[in-house]
Nanobody
Framework: VQLQASGGGLVQTGDSLTLSCASS????????VAWFRQAPGKEREFVAG????????RVGDSVKGRFTISRDSAKNTVYLQMNSLKPEDTAVYYC??????????????????WGQGTLVTVSS
């Protein structure tokens, strides 16, 4: 499975931005997808994740109420809608995928496929 993330850029505090992650997989029915982010000097952090079909999405505490993960099955694409952006949201955002859901979904080692990352910079 190859993942291609896009949509990053420079925005101001309070703005919104949507990231996209296109999957090369022919079928994603049994896959789970997620977004992580990594700020300079920090560890990669879980942002949001979901099973491709069924189940409630999981969202990290730091972005709860502001970020939403969704997918378009026809396009095999996952999105991360980011609202009310803050300077602390500045990071490289990565999409990830794995076969099936993991109870340790917040752990980067639970995910087997990674996109190349897209940079989001939020200015104050």
């Amino acid at each position: 499975v190859q993942l291609q993330a896009s949509g990053g850029g420079l925005v101001q505090t309070g703005d919104s931005l949507t990231l996209s992650c296109a999957s090369s997989a022919r079928t994603v029915n049994n896959y789970a997808v997620a977004w992580f982010r990594q700020a300079p000097g920090k560890e990669r952090e879980f942002v949001a994740g979901m099973r491709w079909y069924g189940g409630a999405p999981r969202v990290g505490d730091s972005v709860k109420g502001r970020f939403t993960i969704s997918r378009d099955s026809a396009k095999n694409t996952v999105y991360l809608q980011m609202n009310s952006l803050k300077p602390e949201d500045t990071a490289v955002y990565y999409c990830a995928a794995r076969y099936g859901w993991s109870v340790t979904y917040w752990d980067t080692s639970s995910w087997s496929h990674w996109g190349q990352g897209t940079l989001v910079t939020v200015s104050s």
